[in-house]
């Protein structure tokens, strides 16, 4: 069985910095990555892990967002520095690329979302 478990959301102002945390269980050694939705838009593609390390980022948050994962705790992680109010949404950790570009959100496992809400 595969779950996710995200943690770390919280509200900050502009300017300021998040680090989000997704503990896996269950999954293989495939890519992983961070979306989000705010309300009222299309979900969005943050950033992405592969299995051997290859970083993918959104083009929203290049630059100021950095993904890693620590393997012995089968944690990715999304550092996001230089936040703003249009950072606002709920974040989601995604496992497992059925096919495709990651951006395409065509993963098979899906946590519950952290909330994140940047003020101004």
């Known amino acids: 069985q595969v779950t996710l478990v995200e943690s770390g959301g919280g509200s900050v102002e502009f300017g300021g910095s998040l680090r989000l945390s997704c503990v896996a269980s269950?999954?293989?050694?495939?890519?992983m990555g961070w979306f989000r939705q705010a309300p009222g838009k299309e979900r969005e593609g943050v950033a992405s892990?592969?299995?051997?390390?290859?970083?993918f980022y959104g083009d929203a948050v290049q630059g100021r967002f950095g993904i890693s994962q620590d393997n012995a705790k089968n944690t990715i992680y999304l550092q996001m520095n230089s936040l703003k109010p249009e950072d606002t949404g709920m974040y989601y950790c995604?496992?497992?690329?059925?096919?495709?570009?990651?951006?395409?959100?065509?993963?098979?496992?899906w946590g519950q979302g952290t909330q994140v809400t940047v003020s101004s």
């Open positions: 995604a496992a497992d690329l059925r096919a495709g570009n990651w951006l395409s959100g065509n993963f098979n496992f």
């Open positions: 269950g999954v293989t050694n495939n890519m």
């Open positions: 892990i592969s299995g051997n390390g290859r970083i």
